[in-house]
């Protein structure tokens, strides 16, 4: 195989493929289903519509061909019996009918002795021969018989011939009588019927084209919305009503563009408030160390302090950085959680331990209670992180000489903590904004106060990290409550 060879054969190789994909694509759209369906819905009943009415139709020709046929035959058998014919075949009148019979049903006539000897055949075949079928023999025994052959179509048809006393059946007569007619007539029936179903295959077609483009079109519409979001243009709302799916699928993009809308401004917000929270401080330090160097024999005293607020400041963008370092580990989609069972009383009380001093600094009075020893599945750092950040806003963020209750109480599937404290109160408005990254709701204090704007953020990422849930109760001037519900058992 030579080089052009090879290369025409691969092109041909990833032509074949491309056409395979379409193909599969198009068998498996929801535009070719539909097609499908309303086919299969519209042809099929027609197929079985048509063959019960040919079937029907069938027998019920055959049924009276039978019906009319064994009345002739009983009417023969009583002439048959009153001439005595099986003693005497020679009756012009009785032989006249019998061939009368033949010709009016293109059939033939067989009369058969006691002996099942065929006495007389309007074919003139077989007379003289022996017949013995299971017709004639149980026709014999006073029961007429009657047989549709679809194969060769014909039907038999056999009758006693009683004798004079008409208790006993002396003779047989057999009849078998063609159903060409029969056929012909299913055959013309069959026919129109064939062509009323191409007529309404093509009007079927024709329809499942329609109801498949109208199902699709607003899908299609949808389709395209979300392609153009996709490819950054600018979208206004969806409003495809056309079906109450399609009503359905519009308002949950309009929610999930709305959804990505808030996203979007929170990033940017984010973004601007890392940048203003991080240049503060290192402005304030330059401004403190352009000070400096403005004055050549500055007195140690003004160095001390001058490098006092610098270290403030230092620590303040610590404070900052770290706290966006655990926010970021939280943010992760796949965080690492170090679960292990844990006393949560010994945890709550190890945290009010550790933030006692900054509660006397306020004078601000610190209580615990616990209705039951709790033990659950966490990790005992994150929940650390978390309880603290409730139990320092609630200790800051309060009047001197306040107080702080912290609660813990389980059920048989979650256990609670919650944080109330006598501060100043939270506005209704600013519920759903609290939980934002450096949202403040008192602007003028929270920096002095060394707060960095997240320990919300992060105790709601932690809590979410466990499958929990973090509420806030407050009104302006009545303190605050958070509530937070953590499964006792941590669920993957």
Known sequence: ?????FIQSGEWGII?????????????????RIILIVIGVGIIPCLILRAGILRSYEMRAVSLRTA??????????????????????????????????????????????????IIQDTYNIDEGKTIVSEAVIQTFAGTGTNHYDKKNHYIEVTAPIMDAGGTDAEGVMLVSVSTDTIVDSLDILESKGNIILAT?????????????????????????????????????????????????????????????????DSRQEFVSNVSHELKTPLTSMKVLA???????????????????????????????ITDLLSLVKMDRSSPDLNIQSTDINELLELILKRLKPIAMKKNVDVVFESFRPVTAEVDEVKMTLAFSNLVENAIKYNHEEGWVHVSLNADHKFFYVSVSDSGPGIAPEEHDHIFERFYRVDKSHSRELGGSGLGLAITRSAVIMHRGSVKVESEKGEGTTFTVRIPLNYIV
């Open 1 to 5: 195989m030579n080089r052009n060879t």
């Open 68 to 117: 009319d046929i064994q009345n002739q035959c009983t009417i023969l058998c009583n002439q048959l019996s009153s001439a005595k014919y099986l003693s005497d075949t020679s009756s012009d009148v009785i032989n006249a009918e019998l061939i009368q019979l033949t010709n009016v049903y293109n059939g033939r006539v067989m009369i058969v002795d006691q002996d099942c000897e």
């Open 200 to 264: 309404l295959s093509f009007l079927m077609m024709v329809l499942a084209l329609l109801i498949a483009w109208l199902v699709v079109r607003p899908l299609k519409k949808i389709t395209q919305s979300i392609e153009a979001v996709t490819e950054g243009y600018v979208q206004e709302a969806l409003h495809e009503n056309t079906y109450t799916e399609t009503e359905a699928m519009s308002d949950a993009f309009n929610m999930m563009m709305g959804r990505l809308k808030v996203l979007d």
């Open 16 to 32: 074949s493929r491309v056409k395979i994909k379409i193909k599969n694509k198009f068998l498996q759209s929801l535009f070719f």
């Open 290 to 320: 352009d000070a400096l160097l403005s004055q050549e024999e500055a007195p140690v005293e003004m160095y001390r302090e001058f490098m006092g607020d610098i270290t403030e400041e230092i620590d303040r963008e610590n404070v900052i």
